[in-house]
């Protein structure tokens, strides 16, 4: 039976208890709860009072197509709310094979306190010293700890941004080629890790017991049904495989989308120097990789692998957001800079949303010159140490605007908006607005009505219709997350008429309990509530709910369109 495995990080005690009243919860919806019931809403992300929460989804550990991915959770000491940061790698398949539903983090020892790696085994943690790979850059830790394991090594651990507890910093997996590449991003769960002295997790190498489902026959015809799904819609089967994610590069660049330039403009002269199609040229002529996935069991592949003009690796899971960040926002030109700031994000554990935010940022206050991508690099290097300039940057876009004098900052809630300007995807905005994560595209992403024209259409510059879409994206996502499946298969799932019925059918075929296609909208409804009521507590309220004040007041080229809801009329998003 799963289980719930605490961690006591000051007493280094543990217990592995049974599910008991989180029973039937997965995922997001698992972290949202434990954090909404158990973490006083007004500490400090950073005090002994906050946790850290890895759960693994409904169908973690199946064999079920893109059922890989984790969800991460605690109270962000980037946000002051609630969050649930997402990732790849190998950790959420692992866990089941142990019996592990979730493992929470409690308490922190005290400040002088050394780092150590926990060691998961199938009864039993063994806090180790970590004072060998302290200070080590995530790669190269990532390495010994492969010496120390072997190839079957499945590790979380943070990286020098995490250990010096700055906003932006990450929590790094081990991916399915053993590189620390898969991040649980956004909001700063690896602060949050290394305010708790946890360097690294090791999942025992040995441990790997057969995870089945409980009704197999109906879990292979479910199964089959969703590959068919997967495999026959032209974004999860031909785009994102082909392209990778920046393949939206030219795309929402051609509606006028791309916030360029610190969000200035809404198109990029050089986007089609960056953009998916470049990329993939590039990769296939330094003898990289154009597909791969970022877990086991994924079958979309749409992640990759870049080289530099030696052929040899620079970094993988180049996402969209990651280009865009560097590349559109910032003005920087040259790939092989943009490819090289984004490992450096995953050496010193950086989210790289924030993080090129903040230098796009960095450029306005005048630290650096605009497009200048080897001064960036420089920057970047910095995090993680005592350099000032290095605790400025890695503490994120709020902090960093309040340093360099800069006023114009893409916020909500204090977190940095994504690739998608909210004045020309209203759908997004709403969701940037009213989610509990502050600006999170994941949340509800409205780009597939407002522009790909998956799951119908919405005109993404009018108010009409983006509110209803926003909150129906929201809770669709959220349950998702819940279940453990990669969010790129919502494209998929909002042109088929049977999509959300399968996913139920795994579900019910796999747990053993029954799940309806309601179930699954109520398993999404109860964990936005679950945030929202987190935040409530927090202090959080309407006036929360708003994009900077410049959205409204500058229309965005070249479709001259310009933010105009108020916080009123976004409640309707709210769960």
């Known amino acids: 039976m799963p289980r719930i495995l605490r961690i006591n990080t000051r007493t280094k005690e543990y217990s592995f208890e049974e599910v008991g009243p989180y029973a039937g919860l997965g995922g997001r919806a698992l972290t949202s709860r434990i954090i909404n019931k158990e973490v006083p809403a007004n500490c400090h992300p950073l005090s002994s009072e906050n946790k850290l929460v890895f759960a693994t989804g409904l169908m973690g550990g199946s064999t079920a197509a893109n059922s890989g991915r984790l969800s991460v959770g605690t109270k962000s000491p980037l946000t002051g709310g609630i969050k649930e940061s997402n990732s790849g790698g190998l950790f959420a398949h692992k866990m089941p094979k142990m019996d592990l539903l ?227 926002n910032a003005l920087i030109k040259d790939m092989d800079d943009i490819a090289t700031m984004d490992r450096i994000c995953d050496e010193k554990g950086m989210d790289t949303i924030e993080i090129g935010n903040t230098i796009a940022v960095a450029m306005d206050g005048g630290i650096i010159p605009w497009g200048d991508g080897k001064a960036a690099i420089e920057l970047l290097k910095k995090v993680g140490s005592d350099d000032p300039m290095g605790m400025i940057i890695g503490n994120g876009v709020g902090f960093a605007g309040g340093a360099f004098g800069v006023e114009r900052l893409p916020i909500v809630k204090n977190q940095s908006m994504p690739a998608y300007d909210p004045r020309a995807v209203k759908g997004v905005g709403v969701t940037y607005a009213t989610t509990a994560m502050g600006a999170d595209h994941t949340a509800g992403y409205g780009v597939c009505q407002n522009i790909l024209g998956v799951g119908g259409t919405v005109d993404g510059h009018k108010k009409d219709g983006n509110v209803e879409l926003s909150k129906n994206l929201q809770v669709a996502t959220a349950a998702i997350d819940s279940m453990g499946f990669c969010l ?9 008429e049977n999509g959300v019925q399968t996913m139920a059918d795994l579900v019910q075929a796999y747990t053993g309990n029954t799940f309806t296609a309601d179930d699954l909208v109520n398993l999404g409804v109860n964990c936005m509530k679950d945030e929202q009521e987190f935040n409530e507590r927090a202090g959080f309220t309407k006036m929360d709910d708003k994009l900077p004040r410049f959205f409204e007041t500058d229309p965005l080229p070249p479709h001259n369109v310009a933010w105009d809801y108020n916080e009123d009329e976004l409640q309707g998003a709210k769960a």
């Open 102 to 328: 979730a493992v929470i983090l409690e308490d922190k020892p005290e400040e002088a306190a050394p780092f150590s790696t926990l060691f998961i085994t199938k009864d039993k943690v063994i806090f180790k010293d970590a004072s060998d790979i302290v200070g080590m850059d995530n790669y190269p830790a990532h390495d010994k700890l492969l010496e120390e394991y072997g190839n079957k090594l499945v590790a979380g651990m943070i990286g020098p941004a995490g250990e010096t507890v700055r906003k932006t910093a990450t929590i790094q997996f081990t991916d399915p080629y053993k590189r620390p590449a898969r991040s649980a991003g956004r909001g700063g769960t690896g602060a949050v890790m290394g305010s708790k002295k946890v360097k690294a997790i090791i999942l025992d190498p040995e441990v790997n017991e057969k995870v089945s489902a409980v009704d197999m026959d109906a879990f292979k015809t479910a199964r089959t049904t969703w590959v068919d799904i997967l495999k026959g819609h032209p974004v999860t089967s031909e785009g994102l495989p082909g392209f990778g994610t920046s393949i939206l590069v030219n795309i929402v660049n051609e509606a006028g989308a791309l916030p360029t330039k610190n969000f200035r403009f809404g198109q990029c002269d050089h986007a089609a120097d960056i953009s998916g199609e470049t990329i993939a040229e590039t990769i296939q002529a330094r003898s990289g990789k154009t597909t791969e996935g970022c877990h086991t069991g994924c079958i979309i592949q749409c992640s990759q692998q870049y080289n530099d003009a030696n052929g040899e690796y620079i970094t993988s899971g180049f996402e969209y957001e990651t280009v865009w960040a560097f590349g559109a």
């Open 488 to 496: 790129f298969v919502a494209f998929a799932v909002l042109d088929s």
